[in-house]
């Protein structure tokens, strides 16, 4: 069984920064799509970022790009997001999700495998 565990989350006043860890655990696992998702309370989840584990190639929303950057560990099997200049509606329960599979990065059900979520909170 796959296993995807974020942590990172956390209070950040408005201007701050935090930075998101996915981790895989259980079985080998081959991920090729992996995605970061947030969301908020009475809204629908949305994509953030996504990401290309061979080609290294991403992708970002417009409401973050420019503040937010994916990124890799090879050897730890961990994917990060870094999440600078926080605003208020950026506050969420963030995802991190992943598939063997090359799909499209921004839809939600084509991957198989999701984290439990770790929440942003972005307050003054």
């Known amino acids: 069984q796959v296993q995807l565990v974020e942590s990172g989350g956390g209070l950040v006043q408005p201007g701050g920064s935090l930075k998101l860890s996915c981790a895989h655990s259980g079985r080998t696992f081959s991920w090729s799509s992996i995605g970061w998702f947030r969301q908020a309370p009475g809204k629908e989840r949305e994509v953030v970022s996504g990401f290309r584990w061979n080609s290294g190639s991403t992708w970002y929303a417009d409401s973050v790009k420019g503040r937010f950057t994916i990124s890799k560990d090879n050897a730890k099997s961990t994917v990060y997001l870094q999440m600078n200049n926080l605003k208020p509606e950026d506050t969420a329960v963030y995802y991190c999700?992943?598939?063997?599979?090359?799909?499209?990065?921004?839809?939600?059900?084509?991957?198989?495998?999701w984290g439990q979520g770790t929440q942003v909170t972005v307050s003054s």
């Open positions: 999700a992943a598939t063997p599979r090359l799909i499209d990065l921004r839809i939600p059900g084509a991957y198989e495998y």
